[in-house]
């Protein structure tokens, strides 16, 4: 290296040494009350010096609000909506919800985007009870709640005729930001589910009216 090079990387290594940006720390707590935006909070609890105690239910409730597996099952125009809204615009992994799955096995989220043929039926249906418990379900569009503008003999008149659906969000087609709401309208019931709901007797109830052992 020459002695001119040398200088200059020497003066060079200096100007980045005085030019380093300080590093700052995020501590103000920004008022997002405007925006409408709620910040995650801690569960309910008991908090002294060097613990937090909550219930198990909440601990849970809070994972499995934040950690979402949707399964999409788009048949049609509401479909395109919900890759908008996975796409980085909308960005639904936001509310922890990215890791999209093709696959019943894993996914706790049916989100129902489009319009259900009635030979359609026993194929969602299938989908639904290959999936394990907890899982919730979400219509999404005027077609997945009520058959939508297809009044027809070959259309099924909302997917509540073959399986419990949690959330119904409307528009034909909803926009993306409908969707992000229908998902955070289930983050609230995911939230506050007791761990016993599931095996409670009004949950056996509604599977049984469905034919659902
Ligand atoms: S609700 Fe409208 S946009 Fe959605 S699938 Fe039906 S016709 Fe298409």
């Known amino acids: 290296m020459s002695a001119e ?5 020497v003066v060079s290594s200096n100007k980045l040494k005085y030019m380093a940006r300080p590093v700052r720390f995020n501590l103000i707590e920004k008022d997002t009350s405007d925006r409408g935006i709620n910040q995650v909070m801690m569960p309910e609890g008991h908090m002294g010096e060097g ?24 048949t049609s125009c509401c479909g395109i909506e919900f890759m908008a809204t996975m796409g980085s615009h909308y960005d639904l992994s936001r509310f922890g919800s990215e890791r999209v799955g093709f696959s019943p096995r894993q996914c706790d989220l049916l989100m129902v985007m489009g319009t259900i043929a009635k030979k359609m039926a026993p194929v969602l249906r299938q989908v639904y009870l290959q999936m394990a418990e907890p899982r919730w379900v979400m219509a999404v569009g005027a077609c997945a709640s009520s058959g939508g503008i297809f009044d027809t003999y070959s259309v099924l008149q909302g997917i509540d005729q073959v399986i419990p659906v949690d959330v119904y969000v409307p528009g034909c087609p909803p926009r993306p930001e409908a969707i992000i709401d229908g998902v955070l309208k289930i983050q609230d019931l995911v939230q506050d589910e007791s761990l016993r709901r599931r095996n409670g007797d009004q949950y056996k109830a509604l599977m049984e009216g469905y034919g659902i052992q």
């Open 5 to 9: 090079i040398l200088q200059t990387f």
């Open 51 to 74: 613990f937090f105690a909550t219930s198990l239910d909440k601990v849970v409730g809070l994972a499995r609000k934040n950690s979402m597996w949707p399964l999409p099952f788009a």
